[in-house]
T-cell receptor, first 111, second 115 residues
């Protein structure tokens, strides 16, 4: 069965700290895609990254980085030197035959 | 501007009064879907559509209907809304069901309250 687990419900950090969000997934397919979305307090869903199952290269985009490990079925997301504007709910999602989301992790960055 | 447009943004209605939430995309996407977001549960898929006249149930379809008569529109219909359908609803589209390098494009959301 397809499943996405974000075990961390809430994370609170002080500005400039690094924060890592965990995402573990389950799928029977060999071809699938993983996503991260950000939902700021305003409510819209902001696309951050898409990664396919054949590409295990880590990715860095500014202060964001992603670590994809097929061996552990994980696709973790790190925010380096967090800022108050990073405060949001972050969702991990898996697309094999349909798109499924994790429950989300609420990140609060305090000044 | 490429976008998914949902209407209304906010809606308060009474139990049993039929309502429709509209969703329209201007990107010629084949794939469209509806999600509901509830605290602690993330986004759960209600219905999806692979193309015109092709729709299928997601994880939580009970109490909802959809139609896809045109490629750009994918309305969500609640024939007899109940309080447990109070939620935040999102429509999404993509060129394929796998998404794209730009992910899925989401609408701004519709906050529905059923009293």
């Amino acid at each position: 069965a397809q499943k996405v687990t974000q075990a961390q419900t809430e994370i609170s950090v002080v500005e400039k700290e690094d924060v890592t969000l965990d995402c573990v997934y389950e799928t029977r397919d060999t071809t699938y895609y993983l996503f991260w979305y950000k939902q700021p307090p305003s409510g819209e869903l902001v696309f951050l990254i898409r990664r396919n199952s054949f590409d295990e290269q880590n990715e860095i985009s500014g202060r964001y980085s992603w670590n994809f490990q097929k061996s552990t079925s994980s696709f973790n997301f790190t925010i380096t030197a967090s800022q108050v504007v990073d405060s949001a709910v972050y969702f991990c999602a898996l697309s094999d035959y349909k798109l499924s989301f994790g429950a989300g992790t609420t990140v609060t960055v305090r000044a | 501007e490429a976008q998914v447009t949902q209407n209304p943004r906010y809606l308060i209605t009474v139990t049993g009064k039929k309502l429709t939430v509209t969703c329209s995309q201007n990107m010629n996407h084949e794939y469209m879907s509806w999600y509901r977001q509830d605290p602690g549960l993330g986004l759960r898929q209600i219905y999806y559509s692979m193309n015109v006249e092709v729709t299928d149930k997601g994880d939580v379809p009970e109490g909802y209907k959809v139609s896809r008569k045109e490629k750009r529109n994918f309305p969500l219909i609640l024939e007899s809304p109940s309080p447990n359908q109070t939620s935040l609803y999102f429509c999404a589209s993509s060129q394929t069901y796998r998404g794209s390098n730009y992910g899925y494009t989401f609408g701004s959301g519709t906050r529905l309250t059923v009293v």
